[in-house]
C-alpha cells in the first residue's frame, strides 16, 4: 500500500520558515510527479507546487513564487517544500500527491499556522 506522510509543519511567526517533507514509500517515486497542495477553512484545496519526476522541471502558484521551493530526492524518496517570507494567509493544511497518469495518491496533510 502507498504511503505518503508530511511532516515539518507547525505554528510560525509572519516572515519565518519552515520546511515540509513528505516520504513516499511502497512506489517507484521517481516515475511520479510531486506535488504540495494546500487548504485553507473555508476554502478549496489549491496546488502550491509540482515538481517533475527527474526534479528538472518545478512550478509555482503566483501567491508563493519567489518565497517556497520545491524540490525532490530521489534517492531518499521525499520532496521537500522550503517555505520562506511566510505570511497569515499561508495558514492550511498541507498536503503532498504522488501522480503517474491517471493515478493520483494523497498524503494524510500535515498542518501550518503563520501568526504572531
Known amino acids: 500500500q502507498v504511503q505518503l506522510v508530511e511532516s515539518g509543519g507547525g505554528l510560525v511567526q509572519p516572515g519565518g520558515s519552515l520546511r515540509l517533507s513528505c516520504a513516499a514509500s511502497?512506489?517507484?517515486?521517481?516515475?511520479?510527479?510531486m506535488s504540495w497542495y494546500r487548504q485553507a477553512p473555508g476554502k478549496e484545496r489549491e496546488l502550491v507546487a509540482t515538481i517533475s519526476a527527474a526534479g528538472s522541471s518545478t512550478n509555482y502558484a503566483d501567491s508563493v513564487k519567489g518565497r517556497f521551493t520545491v524540490s525532490r530526492d530521489n534517492v531518499k524518496n521525499t520532496v521537500y517544500l522550503q517555505m520562506n517570507s511566510l505570511k497569515p494567509e499561508d495558514t492550511a493544511v498541507y498536503y503532498c500527491s504522488a501522480a503517474f497518469y491517471f493515478t493520483t495518491y494523497w498524503g494524510q496533510g500535515t498542518q501550518v499556522t503563520v501568526s504572531s
Open positions: 511502497r512506489l517507484t517515486f521517481s516515475s511520479y510527479t
